[in-house]
């Protein structure tokens, strides 16, 4: 890692900068600057007033995206190899994206791999990439690593999580909230809430100008309505077996965490230690001159954390890939004159080489893309036993299989999957004992099998879910007491109705 680096936290309000000089685990911090937004006249001005404020040009910069701007999914992969899962992974995000796959820019954590690739992907859209480092070119400087927001503070926190258990992080801004859930080995999920300091007694009917006049009992509340979703997180991912052990400690960092009654709320509502992180207790993290009167742990732990990151995979993402990558990368990694014409002559070398080899090297590298293109084909494909272009045969069998999943393609401007689901939710009540077991759109039908505790909710369910306009012939196809337990086990089947029009109206009864 190159000596000098300098850990840039762009946030809402305050850019942050740390400078250290070193390399893995020590660090000596030579310089801290905080610059607001506001009062510089905007980002781009609070950003040039910064850079061209660094007493240490030429350093390699570390950055990050906010986690707003991020899409965060868990995706199964039967294979290990890399770059089967860099063709894959675009294919497998796309219906699950808010945006076309061909509008961002994908990474990915490893989770567990074995035979099979348990992946966190994240999906970042281009723009927001090119907005940032276009900034940063502007002021003459390029961003080496590019990661997401809280990550690298969770990375940092892993040493202090046993095994056994997982930590919980929680970045709260002014605006919003981070959530990072890691075990002293891997990052298993980020969760972003609108929720901040400055947006906390909002819900409650209470501006911000008010804050300093409420009550102790109305901010807790406050606090335990944003715990409850953060607990409706966790336990979501525990009934998905996402989680490994229990919850060991909570973290508390960001502007909007130093308040000793959400230390006090947080540590309460999950029933284990809620501590605030100062990473400069981690590893060995020495200040000079006054850099250590400067430092604030709870606003300037991303920027130390982004510093002292390092730059291999495992540390995060990296989102400094392709058109983002610095243009400058030997002046960046300082390559000293022997090294360029070292390698200057290894290209002339490799070039004449290349001169005489040429048509037969581009034979054989035809013949093996031919080969290899086969290969995933027929393990992507086994069914297909006649294989004459396989890269047409893929595109056709990657179209029907996005028709079948789409599910209601034929319907044209009908109800979607998701109007579908939305009707299934609001005719049935919240406190009807239901496990949907299974659920299966098969063109204009739609069959639920699930089970529930008695006869009489089967037929409940039935009635309810036919007082919908969407629907039409609901009919339990059967309903038969299960081998284990006293439970009954139903499948209902029922018509959509294409002319019905789409619901909009969302739940608002917690899970």
Request: aromatic share 6%; charged share 20%; proline share 5%.
């Amino acid at each position: 890692m190159p000596g000098k680096i300098l850990g840039l936290d762009i946030g809402y309000e305050t850019i942050t900068a740390v400078h250290v000089t070193g390399s893995t685990p020590s660090y000596d911090v030579d310089d801290i600057r905080i610059i607001d937004i506001e009062k510089a006249g905007g980002i781009d001005s609070a950003l040039k007033e910064l850079l061209d404020g660094n007493t240490a040009p030429g350093s390699v910069c570390i950055t990050s995206l906010a986690a707003r701007y991020c899409s965060f999914r868990t995706v199964l992969l039967p294979f290990t190899g890399k770059k089967k899962i860099l063709q894959t992974i675009p294919y497998e995000l796309e219906p699950l994206l808010p945006f076309a796959v061909d509008d961002v820019v994908i990474d990915y954590l490893v989770i567990d791999q074995t035979d099979q690739s348990n992946l966190f992907t994240a999906a970042v859209p281009t723009a927001h990439i090119t907005d940032l480092v276009g900034m940063l070119r502007e002021n003459h400087h390029e961003a080496l690593i590019i990661d997401i927001d809280a990550v690298p503070v969770a990375l940092k926190l892993m040493s202090a999580v046993m095994p056994g258990e997982y930590g919980l992080l929680l970045d709260r801004g002014s605006r919003d909230t981070t959530a990072v859930i890691f075990t002293n080995e891997k990052i298993l999920h980020v969760r972003h809430y609108f929720q901040g300091s400055d947006t906390l007694l909002d819900e409650t009917g209470s501006g911000t100008e008010a804050r300093a006049a409420e009550s102790d009992a109305v901010r807790s509340e406050a606090y335990r309505k944003f715990l409850r979703d953060v607990g409706n997180t966790l336990n979501l991912l525990g009934l998905r077996g996402d989680l490994d052990g229990n919850l060991g400690t909570v973290y508390l960092t960001g502007s909007g965490a130093d308040d000793s009654l959400l230390k006090q709320e947080t540590a309460a509502f999950f029933s284990v230690p809620a501590e605030p992180v100062d990473l400069s207790t981690i590893g060995t993290v020495r200040f000079t001159g006054e850099t250590e009167q400067q430092w604030n742990p709870l606003t300037m732990n991303r920027a130390l954390a982004l510093a002292t990151r390092g730059i291999k995979k495992a540390a995060g993402f990296n989102y400094a890939v392709g058109a983002f990558e610095p243009q400058r990368k030997y002046d960046i990694l300082k390559k000293n004159v022997k090294s360029v014409a070292a390698v200057l002559i290894t290209v002339a070398v490799l070039f004449g080489i290349d001169l005489f080899m040429d048509y037969r090297c581009d034979r054989i590298y035809v013949q093996q893309m031919k080969s290899a293109i086969r290969t995933i084909f027929t393990e992507t494909m086994p069914g297909v036993t006649r294989v004459v272009d396989p890269l047409q045969q893929m595109r056709t069998a990657l179209n029907e299989m996005r028709k079948t999943a789409s599910g209601m393609s034929h319907i044209g401007s009908g109800p979607t999957v998701l109007d579908i689901l939305n009707a299934i939710s609001q005719q049935i009540p919240p406190w009807t004992d239901l496990l949907i077991t299974s659920f299966t759109i098969n063109g204009p039908i739609v069959e639920i099998k699930g089970e529930t505790d008695n006869f009489n909710t089967v037929d409940a369910i039935k009635n309810a879910l036919d007082k919908s306009t969407l629907f039409a012939n609901v009919k339990i196809s059967s309903a038969n007491l299960m081998k284990k337990g006293s439970r009954v086990g139903f499948d209902v089947r029922m018509d959509v109705t294409t002319g019905a029009p789409p619901v909009h109206t969302v739940s608002s009864t917690a899970p």
